[in-house]
């Protein structure tokens, strides 16, 4: 499985990105996806996961990010609002072969059994 994560880069404090994470191949119908970011010397924080059900999000992400997620397109994607600059991190995208997750699942790395290459997004004006 290989995700390829794009769209990270400077941004200006309020300002919006979109990440996209494809995964080609795959039907997401049978995947469920994340979000995570991790800034030097902290461990990864995840940010966002989707399953069958609705999505999570982390308290830093709630009301300001959404994971909207295109079926025929196996891409799903972290659309960032109101951007500050604790949002700067590089930002990783998961999947794990299953149908729904949990919010402790959600926000445990190990869960993941595939993840993408970072992309770093830096928030500073």
Do not use: H
Not at 7 to 26: H, K
Not at 41 to 54: D, L, T, V
Not at 72 to 99: F, G, H, I, W
Request: proline share 6%; glycine share 12%; with cysteine.
């Amino acid at each position: 499985v290989q995700l390829q994560a794009s769209g990270g880069g400077l941004v200006q404090p309020g300002g919006s990105l979109r990440l996209s994470c494809a995964v080609p191949g795959l039907n997401l119908d049978y995947y469920v996806m994340g979000w995570f970011r991790q800034v030097p010397g902290k461990e990864r924080e995840g940010i966002s996961c989707i399953g069958k059900g609705s999505p999570l999000y982390a308290e830093s992400a709630k009301g300001r990010f959404t994971i909207p997620r295109d079926n025929e397109k196996s891409t799903v994607y972290l659309q960032m609002n109101s951007l500050k600059p604790d949002d700067t991190a590089v930002y990783y995208c998961v999947t794990r072969n299953a149908r729904r997750v949990g919010a402790r699942m959600c926000w445990t790395p190990a869960y993941w059994d595939y993840w993408g290459k970072g992309t770093q997004v830096t928030v500073s004006s």
